[in-house]
């Protein structure tokens, strides 16, 4: 009797442990869960405030900058002055902060384009003091340019006015005007052909040496054979100050892709007032 009696203590005591040691470890795996679903929040939430905060080395550069703000909705609207003056003529249109949409501007496009009068214009987006720069639409059937006013104020780039304005003429009758000259070039294979130098100056990497450059010439027919396709309509322009309606006989129009390393360069010069293609440069990746 008294071997059974203890039997049943003794049983009912591991019983009790065994249930301890249970709960023991459940609350143990809810307290891991719980630290860990709070690690994961925290995480969380700094990645997102990580995302949405501007690094110091956006505004270094306007390129840098223009890079955020047409990818970003909550960069772009905070870097945005509102009202936002709207100008169209002689009109003015005040946009509130509510009725902004976020604008791409050129990042959805294939390719884009810059525009210059000299070499030395080629290396300005590079350029960490400018304070002040425009992004341009040119409209080439409209002859019409929408401008977008940045300026760079301590420290920090900001769009403060749009501009559409109708192209400055050309008063010269003995001098062709270049976007007039420019649109038909793209649009009319026989006159591209006729306005290209024969033979063109080439310049590429070298198919042997990667890291050397190729200076050839390719005949007119060659050069319409390889070329790519020129933007038809429309071209966009980073403008730093430079005057690219003014009277310069020379212009520069890059041609580049959005991220994928095309990189091609096309240089033309006015002779006795006619605008001629005088080299062409492939630079891409």
Same mark, same amino acid.
């Given at each position: 009797?008294?071997?059974?009696?203890?039997?049943? +203590?003794?049983?009912?005591?591991?019983?009790?442990?065994?249930?301890?040691?249970?709960?023991?470890?459940?609350?143990? %795996?809810?307290?891991?869960?719980?630290?860990?679903?709070?690690?994961?929040? %925290?995480?969380?939430?700094?990645?997102?405030?990580?995302?949405?905060?501007?690094?110091?080395?956006?505004?270094?550069?306007? +390129?840098?900058?223009?890079?955020?703000?047409?990818?970003?909705?909550?960069?772009?609207?905070?870097?945005?002055?509102?009202?936002?003056?709207?100008?169209?003529?002689?009109?003015?249109?005040?946009?509130?902060?509510?009725? !902004?949409?976020?604008?791409?501007?050129?990042?959805?496009?294939?390719?884009?384009?810059?525009?210059?009068?000299?070499?030395?214009?080629?290396?300005?987006?590079?350029?960490?003091?400018?304070?002040?720069?425009?992004?341009?639409?040119?409209?080439?059937?409209?002859?019409?340019?929408?401008?977008?006013?940045?300026?760079?104020?301590?420290?920090? !780039?900001?769009?403060?006015? +749009?501009?559409?304005?109708?192209?400055?003429?050309?008063?010269?009758?003995?001098?062709?005007?270049?976007?007039?000259?420019?649109?038909?070039?793209?649009?009319?294979?026989?006159?591209?052909?006729?306005?290209?130098? *024969?033979?063109?100056?080439?310049?590429?990497?070298?198919?042997?040496?990667?890291?050397?450059?190729?200076?050839?010439?390719?005949?007119?027919?060659?050069?319409?054979?390889?070329?790519?396709?020129?933007?038809?309509?429309?071209?966009?322009?980073?403008?730093?100050?430079?005057?690219?309606?003014?009277?310069?006989?020379?212009?520069?129009?890059?041609?580049?892709?959005?991220? *994928?390393?095309?990189?091609?360069?096309?240089?033309?010069?006015?002779? *006795?007032?006619? !605008?001629?293609?005088?080299?062409?440069?492939?630079?891409?990746?």
């Amino acid at each position: 009797m008294k071997v059974f009696y203890w039997s049943m +203590i003794l049983g009912l005591l591991m019983s009790a442990c065994k249930v301890k040691i249970q709960e023991n470890e459940t609350t143990e %795996v809810v307290e891991e869960q719980s630290d860990s679903t709070t690690v994961s929040d %925290v995480s969380n939430e700094f990645l997102i405030e990580q995302e949405e905060k501007i690094p110091q080395t956006v505004d270094e550069s306007f +390129i840098d900058f223009i890079y955020s703000f047409t990818r970003n909705e909550k960069i772009q609207e905070s870097r945005i002055i509102f009202p936002l003056p709207n100008y169209t003529h002689n009109e003015k249109i005040l946009l509130k902060k509510e009725d !902004w949409q976020f604008d791409p501007l050129f990042t959805e496009m294939d390719t884009y384009t810059n525009i210059h009068e000299s070499n030395y214009e080629l290396e300005i987006e590079e350029d960490t003091t400018a304070t002040s720069a425009q992004l341009e639409w040119i409209f080439l059937k409209e002859k019409k340019i929408r401008r977008y006013y940045f300026e760079r104020k301590d420290g920090l !780039w900001k769009l403060e006015a +749009i501009d559409n304005a109708a192209m400055i003429k050309n008063d010269s009758t003995a001098n062709e005007e270049f976007y007039s000259f420019y649109e038909r070039f793209a649009n009319d294979s026989v006159f591209q052909l006729q306005r290209t130098s *024969n033979p063109l100056k080439f310049v590429t990497f070298d198919p042997d040496d990667e890291f050397s450059i190729l200076e050839t010439t390719l005949d007119a027919g060659q050069f319409m054979a390889f070329s790519p396709t020129l933007p038809k309509d429309t071209l966009t322009n980073v403008n730093y100050g430079q005057n690219t309606l003014s009277q310069s006989n020379v212009m520069i129009i890059e041609l580049k892709g959005n991220g *994928n390393g095309f990189n091609n360069t096309f240089y033309f010069k006015r002779r *006795n007032g006619l !605008w001629k293609l005088i080299e062409y440069d492939d630079l891409s990746d």
